[in-house]
């Protein structure tokens, strides 16, 4: 588990869908103890608890072009190793192995579903809000991908960038 | 024996495969290579079908079958081919952003014209987004970055993005 600095209260704040140029802008990296960064994450921990089935949110999922994410994947049957509720700034997956392929859905891709095959094992390097505190983590199965699907937003790049084929891509109703 | 060609298209309902492949078997027909799916609402396939049945008894056959359902039916006689051979590596092109008329026009010309062959196809339309997921041969003494800097060229013009990787094949 990851011990969170306290955050001030989070604003709900819109996700955005693709069509749109920040989802598909590498964003930038930030201070990590600025009070805007440490709003942002706040707010994107407020934004992801009431979002049905969201496990995670990239910034520029929230218009925000910095490099945050926020994950919580402790409640998911798919997880193994979780690190609880976090969020991490500036992060860099420093180690990535065992690849799989999944299904996975994005809230900003709600009608579709896709299979892409992510490393299932994996250590990232990345900076905590507030105190700026450099954290380490290892990390595997559910968390691993989850992980690697909003270092993917950072970088620009939605799961239909990175699907295995013509035939990996499925409709989806509702988002779950 | 010929090899056939019967393309099946209506109005998705259960039934429309196990009508269609009761009615080959009835003839002798062995299917070989198919592909069958459901494109907003519609439900078609395409069979290759060795027979010893010509193609007029086989549509014959289906549109006894098919009698007062709403499916269009085509037959075609097929010529044996060689399977082509390819000496380059399989890609995946990604390429989504707000639908409008000529996304797949303008990206497909650019891989015609590197001499890059489409294996795979699909395109997905869900609200404003527009979606093509193709499996691409590219020739070998083809020039991937250059390939990747033509894409990239179309795909602005275009306000779409676009990302082609190697399809990972693992043979176990």
């Known amino acids: 588990m990851i011990s969170m600095p306290e955050l001030p209260t989070g604003h709900v704040l819109p996700v955005l869908a693709t069509p749109h140029q920040i989802l598909a802008t590498r964003c930038v990296d930030v201070d990590p103890v600025a009070p805007e960064v440490i709003q942002l994450a706040a707010d994107l921990l407020a934004t992801q608890r009431v979002s049905p089935g969201c496990v995670g949110l990239a910034a520029n999922q929230v218009g925000v072009g910095w490099r945050v994410f926020s994950l919580n994947v402790s409640q998911h049957p798919k997880a193994r190793i979780h690190h609880g509720e976090f969020v991490v700034v500036n992060p860099e997956i420093v180690e990535a192995t065992r690849n799989e392929k999944g299904r996975e859905g994005c809230m900003s891709v709600p009608d579709f579903t896709g299979d892409v095959k992510r490393a299932t094992r994996l250590t990232l390097k990345a900076f905590l809000p507030v105190t700026g505190e450099e954290v380490l983590m290892e990390t595997d199965a559910f968390e691993a991908r989850a992980i690697q699907h909003e270092v993917d937003h950072l970088d620009g790049f939605v799961f239909i960038d990175k699907v295995a084929g013509a035939h990996a891509i499925y409709p989806r109703q509702t988002y779950l | ?172």
């Open chain 2, 1 to 172: 024996m010929s090899s056939l060609a019967v393309t099946v298209l209506g109005q998705d309902r259960p039934g429309i495969i196990a009508d269609t492949t009761s009615a080959l078997t009835d003839l002798g027909g062995n299917l070989e290579d198919t592909s069958m799916t459901l494109l907003r609402g519609h439900f078609v396939m395409t069979l290759v079908v060795s027979t010893e049945a010509d193609a007029a008894t086989v549509r014959s056959a289906l549109e006894t079958k098919f009698a007062g359902a709403d499916l269009d039916v085509i037959v075609m006689d097929l010529h044996s081919v060689e399977a082509p051979t390819t000496s380059g590596d399989s890609y995946v092109l990604s390429v989504h952003g707000a639908d409008r008329v000529g996304i797949v026009a303008a990206i497909t010309s650019v891989l015609a014209s590197h001499g890059a062959n489409i294996t795979d196809l699909t395109t997905r339309l869900g609200g404003s987004l527009y979606i093509v997921i193709a499996e691409i041969d590219i020739p070998a003494g083809v020039s991937v970055p250059d390939l990747e800097t033509a894409i990239a060229a179309v795909a602005t013009e275009l306000g779409v993005g676009a990302t082609l990787r190697p399809a990972e094949t693992d043979v176990l």
